[in-house]
């Protein structure tokens, strides 16, 4: 299995939550922050995992990779800080009892 497949069922997760979360109040201002907030985490992401990756601390299989990376990073580690840093705040917003989210900030 290929971690580009071990993925997939965390994306489509990620998906259908924040689609959930649709009606809720917020969420153009929720979704430009979580935007915000995974261009940060891909940064991140991009210089941590090139560090890790660079020391040795962190070794992938070949075969289990796309073969596209960023750096030394593979592309698929780019992904879970995406689905973070939409999924928490929709989460969130999910769990939320409506009467306080509904309430002037």
Known sequence: MTYA???IPFALATVIVVLCTL????FGRRMAASGITAVVLVLLTAIFDNLMIAAGLVVY?????SGIRIGLAPIEDFS???CAAFLVPA?????T???RAEAPA
């Open 5 to 7: 497949l071990i993925i």
């Open 23 to 26: 009606g809720r109040p917020g």
């Open 61 to 65: 299989p070949e075969e289990h990779l």
């Open 80 to 82: 879970y800080s995406i």
């Open 91 to 95: 989460v969130h917003a999910l769990l």
């Open 97 to 99: 009892p409506r009467a």
